[in-house]
Structure formats: structure tokens, C-alpha cells
């Protein structure tokens, strides 16, 4: 079969409720191979396109009595019960499509799609529905969290490791555009001068519903309009990196008459927010931070905040639209404001680079043991 061959699949299916899926209902990636009225080999009428599929589902349309469909799914071939009912989005001509016989929210959207698409969505349908044989039985084993995580952690509020998701953009399809974007920004983000440390990358699922309101229709009791919901099942980029091989914990302490920390920032194109300036004689200076800074600066690499009282200040998400969400600077100033105005200390996690870190200042390293 050529890479381009098409074949009658299961798009996406219009339930918000995706911890009700089951592997009995039409599932996103779904391989439609025919449709009969009862469940005999010899009776099953299969259809190579969406629209001679919407003619047969035509033609043995029953008005929501039950039709068996003969499906692909990974390596096997299933028969799953299913009701006929209509494409409501279809407005111009009638068509038709399938719904789960056990639940008549779970309707399915049907289209030609390749097989590779095919299976991308099926191997997303399979981490939701949690299909995997699930191996030796497993028991609870007691372990002192609370213990290890002040031992092993820089700051026991943090969770070191950091990661962004990569939305696909509206027009993308498949996972190799948002991969190159993943890459492209970890790269340029290293090349201008941040610590960051490669961990992994993977795919990971993404779960979008759309309400649209049905034309004409009201519930007569409450005069509500009736609502369509269409979940779109995407697949994103996660890529996890460390905050370089250490994290730098420094207290700043505000002495009596100061009206400032004494540090400025700026935000970098790929969402970071590092330090640009220390002023002598402040918090920030006395806390180590100019040294730290001097010694970025003869290096060509960026002070890069990673957390501020223990929380990230990391980018998170790549959206639709290709805007990368990061952490409001407005709502960082007024942190640093409020602890200035009420005396009280702030704490900060800078990211190191290899031998930037003064052993005095006591980092954690993030490294594995040799």
C-alpha cells in the first residue's frame, strides 16, 4: 500500500468525557473496514472512501437500531456495535455517521486519512482508553518522601527538572513541525547564553473540546440552546531539560532604609528572564549576585532566574498561535515589591553553568552521581 493511500477512519469523536472512552466505542484513529446490520462475516458491505460509506450507512439507516462495524485497530480486527445516526455538521447534504451503542454522546467524525495518520490518532486513543496489558500484579512499597525530598532537593518546593509543550499550529499536522520548532528554540536558547540541560523528548497528547450551539434548538422548559461539544485530540512536543548542572540558592535580606534589592531583569526571546545589572552596595550584592553576574558576563553566558520564592519562572507552553507562554513580568515586579515594602527576604534560584558556581554558596548540583 503507497503512504498516501486513504482509508475510512474515525477523525475524532464529539465526547468531552474522555475518561468514559472504552475500547467497545469508535475510537479516534479507528480503520473503518464495513458496516452490516448483524454480525456475520459474510454480511459486513465495505466502502474504500468516506462517501461511498455514507452511502451505505444510508441505506441500512434504521433510526438508531444497533449495526455491527468491522474495525482495524493496531494489529487486530474488531466488531463493535454501533447506532447510525446523522452528520448534523453537514448542512448542505445529507450525511451520516456512527455513534457508541452505550453512549449516544460518543459520535464519531469520519474522514479519508492516510494510514500513518491513522495510526498516530490510534496510539493516542490507546494511552486514553489505557488498552496496554498490564503485566505482574503490583503492591505499595513505604517511602519517606518528606525525608528525601529535604535531602535531595536545592529547595524542597521545586521540582528541579523543567519542562515546555509544543502545541502543533493550526495548519501543522503530524509531529515533525513541532519537533524542529522544540529543537530550534532549545537551540537558540543555548546559543544565546542559557544553561540549559538536554533530558528528553517525547510526544504527548493534547485534548481540546469546541461547544457550538445548535441552530434552532431549545429546550422548551428552560429556553437553553443546545450544545455540541467536539473534542479534537492533537499530539504536542514536551521537551525536558535541567536549569543547567546546578541551581544557586540566594537569600536577599533588606537592610534597614534600603528601598530596593538592588537587581534588574530583563526577559530573553525565548521566554527566560535573566539579570542585566547589579547595584553595589544593595541586597543583591551582598548576596553574591554581582560575583555570579561578573562571571556570566566573561563567559558570554546569561544569569538566568529559574525560580523566585520557589516558584518557576520557566516558560511552559508553545500555543496554537505560536506564542510561548511565560510568566507574567508585571505580576514578578510586584513580588519583589511587596518583600521590599514589608522588610522581608526573597529568595532566588539562578542556573549555573559548569565551575560558575562559587563553592561557598553552597548549590546543589544536578548532575548524576558518577
Known amino acids: 500500500m503507497g503512504p498516501l493511500q486513504t482509508v475510512v477512519c474515525v477523525k475524532q469523536v464529539k ?39 455514507n452511502s451505505v450507512l444510508g441505506k441500512i439507516n434504521r433510526g438508531g437500531e444497533y449495526v455491527w462495524l468491522k474495525v482495524r485497530r493496531g494489529e487486530s480486527t474488531l466488531k463493535l456495535q454501533a447506532c447510525v445516526v446523522q452528520d448534523r455538521d453537514m448542512k448542505l447534504q445529507k450525511k451520516f455517521t456512527v455513534r457508541a451503542a452505550s453512549d449516544e454522546r460518543h459520535i464519531a467524525v469520519l474522514a479519508d ?39 535531595y532537593l536545592p529547595d524542597r518546593r521545586c521540582t528541579v527538572v ?49 461547544n457550538k450551539p ?35 540558592s540566594l537569600v536577599l535580606i533588606p537592610e534597614p532604609g534600603e528601598t530596593r534589592f538592588g537587581m534588574d531583569m530583563k526577559r530573553t526571546e525565548e521566554g527566560f528572564i535573566c539579570l542585566s545589572s547589579v547595584t553595589n552596595g544593595t541586597a543583591a550584592e551582598r ?13 558570554n553566558h546569561l544569569l538566568v532566574i529559574s525560580r ?44 549555573s553553568w559548569p565551575n560558575q558556581t562559587p563553592r561557598e554558596l553552597g548549590a546543589a548540583t544536578l548532575r548524576p552521581p558518577n
Open 287 to 299: 548576596a553574591g549576585m554581582q560575583h555570579l553576574l561578573e562571571q556570566a558576563n566573561r563567559t
Open 15 to 53: 465526547q468531552e468525557s474522555v475518561e468514559e472512552w472504552d475500547e467497545t466505542m469508535p475510537l479516534p484513529g479507528d480503520i473503518i473496514e464495513g458496516v452490516a446490520e448483524d454480525c456475520a462475516d459474510e454480511s459486513f458491505i465495505y466502502a474504500k472512501i468516506r462517501s461511498e460509506f
Open 113 to 151: 486519512m492516510t494510514y500513518e495518520k491513522c495510526f498516530q490518532l490510534q496510539e493516542m486513543s490507546r494511552r486514553v482508553v489505557n488498552l496496554d496489558f498490564k503485566g505482574f500484579q503490583r503492591k505499595g512499597m513505604r517511602y519517606d518522601w518528606k525525608s528525601k525530598v529535604g535531602i
Open 162 to 210: 523543567s519542562s515546555i509543550l509544543f502545541t502543533p499550529l493550526r495548519h501543522e499536522c503530524g509531529i515533525e513541525a513541532p519537533t524542529v520548532r522544540a529543537m530550534a528554540w532549545f537551540s537558540a536558547a543555548v546559543s544565546s547564553g542559557i544553561p540549559l540541560v538536554f533530558l528528553n523528548i517525547q510526544t504527548e497528547q493534547i485534548i481540546t473540546s469546541e
Open 308 to 351: 523566585l520564592q520557589g516558584k518557576s519562572l520557566m516558560p511552559s507552553t508553545v500555543d496554537l498561535e505560536g506564542y510561548i507562554h511565560c510568566c507574567d513580568n508585571a505580576e514578578i515586579k510586584q513580588t519583589i515589591v511587596l518583600a521590599m515594602e514589608n522588610a522581608e527576604t526573597i529568595q532566588l534560584h539562578l542556573m
Open 214 to 248: 445548535v441552530k434552532g434548538k431549545e429546550l422548551t422548559h428552560g429556553r437553553q440552546q443546545i450544545i455540541n461539544t467536539t473534542v479534537n485530540i492533537l499530539q504536542g512536543i514536551r521537551l525536558w531539560f535541567l536549569p543547567g548542572v546546578s541551581e544557586v
